[in-house]
């Protein structure tokens, strides 16, 4: 590959009236003259820097590393020198087959010189054909993502060194004017506009996660329709994943229009966001079959079909607890699909477990299972808690004990006769329980509350 050198010379750091110190002076005044494969050349001497390279601060500990792609390997290469006044590593190779193999995670920047046009033309009609005189470049960038990408060109042949840019690659240089200053500048440039390229791409592939976990966590933490309802509606969710905002649990809550309140909650087994997307769909299918008329056995068999056309593995399942709540506000009718029963408490009594006896078996466990609806007598004036396992399955102190349904049951007992309601009572219970736990919970949280005065 001609690379001509117009002035045989050691290039330095703008900055530098001459080598950093005498190891580096020493190494500046040996010839270059790289073969096939690895040519690291000698270190300068110059004190290594702790920086971390992932970090995208100061230099690199072990200094630049520079991959040469052309037809002639063996024609001389200036000097080049990195920030830190050391001599940039260099490898060569005389094709992309060679280059692929040469390309390991140690090498910073490429150096690509692209052939004459008259050597990348091709039959059109060719299927093999890259169909454009940059095939090689594209090549590069694509097995080299990580990597800056410098082409080499000749000055007749500016315009296709602009397409080269416009392509992907970081710069251009021109044969006829590169030495030693030219080439360890651009390729210091190139790999500082390479790491400002990557950290734009995981800056902006980071926002979109971020919208992409909100509008799921929309869909998750729905907005009750309760218009025309004299019942108070309160919630609670936490993820349990560290920095996570999804979890498995759902629920929702909405009126009919023949003055019926129903609410649901349920958790599907699992961490992430796929399963809180099938807890989306979930919730979603339960307020559409709900607004249909369905309610008990019947919507809950349905639900367990989407489960299973939705779910990634057979071995997914969903619990669940739905409550119809007459028009009057008296009663209720209650279904458990292998969920924890809700907690009721009455206007002058103690908090209490409504029965779990008559639950069936959670969604996605059995084909032909059935869930029966259960009548619970409310009253007038009650309160309704209605919670996923992440509430009761947290730890008491150092030990294995778990808190359990009746450590939860006095809990919010004690809460509530210090006059706690609403958000405050359900913020104030999960917060007691984080702190039993001795910190934050491993497992999803989600809390509803329905209360009628």
């Known amino acids: 590959m001609p ?3 117009p002035h045989q010379r ?26 096939a494969g690895d040519a690291f050349l000698q270190d300068t001497g110059v004190p290594v820097l702790d920086e ?51 390309l390991t995670d140690d090498v910073h920047c490429i150096l690509l010189d692209l052939a004459p046009p008259e050597h990348t033309e091709c039959d059109a009609a060719d299927a093999d054909c890259p169909g454009d005189e940059l095939g090689a470049l594209r090549e590069v960038l694509r097995m080299a993502p990580a ?26 240089l021109f044969r006829d004017e590169l030495d030693g200053a030219v080439l360890s500048r651009a390729v210091r440039y190139a790999v500082e506009r390479k790491r400002a390229d990557l950290a734009q791409r995981q800056l902006t592939e980071s926002r979109m996660l971020a919208q992409e976990n909100a509008r799921l966590e929309r869909g998750l933490l729905p907005t009750p329709l309760l218009d025309g309802s004299d ?32 609410a649901m909650i349920g958790d599907v087994c699992g961490h992430g966001p796929d399963e809180a997307a099938l807890g989306v769909e979930l919730r979603i299918a339960w307020r559409a079959l709900t607004f249909a008329g369905l309610c008990g056995d019947e919507l809950l068999s349905t639900l ?9 593995d057979d071995e997914i399942f969903a619990t669940l607890c739905t409550v119809d709540i007459s028009p009057d506000g008296r009663r209720a009718g209650l279904c458990l699909a292998g969920h924890p029963a809700p ?7 103690p908090p209490r477990l409504l029965p779990y006896e008559f639950g069936g078996p959670a969604l996605g466990l059995l084909p032909n299972a059935r869930w029966p609806r259960r009548q619970v007598e409310l009253g007038g004036s009650w309160s309704l808690m209605m919670y996923t396992d992440g509430l009761i399955e947290g730890r008491i ?10 450590g939860m049951t006095e809990l919010v007992s004690r809460q509530m006769a210090a006059g706690l309601r609403g958000e405050e009572l359900l913020d104030a219970s999960v917060r007691e329980v984080r702190d039993l736990n001795g910190g934050e919970l491993t497992d999803d949280v989600a809390v509803l509350l329905l209360d009628r005065r």
Request: charge should be negative.
């Open 147 to 172: 990597q800056a990408v410098l082409v080499l060109t000749s000055e007749t042949d500016a315009e296709r060194a602009a397409d080269a840019v416009r392509v992907g690659a970081q710069d251009y």
């Open 304 to 312: 367990q079909k989407v489960l299973e056309h939705e779910r990634s």
């Open 231 to 262: 019942l108070r509606f309160a919630a609670c969710y936490r993820p349990g994943r560290s920095r996570a905002l999804l979890g498995g649990d759902f629920y929702d809550t909405v009126r009919t229009p023949d003055g019926t309140v129903h």
């Open 3 to 5: 690379v001509p050198v």
């Open 343 to 349: 907690l009721l408490a009455r206007a002058g009594r």
């Open 10 to 35: 050691t290039a330095v750091l703008p900055h530098q009236a001459g080598p950093v110190d005498d190891a580096c002076a020493d190494a500046a005044q040996e010839a270059v003259a790289p073969v």
């Open 52 to 102: 971390d390279p992932a970090s995208g601060h100061g230099a690199l500990p072990q200094g630049l590393t520079l991959l040469l792609i052309g037809e002639d390997p063996n024609s001389p290469v200036p000097d080049m020198w990195d920030w830190a006044g050391r001599r940039v590593r260099l490898r060569t190779a005389r094709n992309l087959t060679e280059a692929e193999r040469l």
């Open 397 to 406: 102190g150092e030990g294995n004990q778990r808190l359990g349904q009746d």
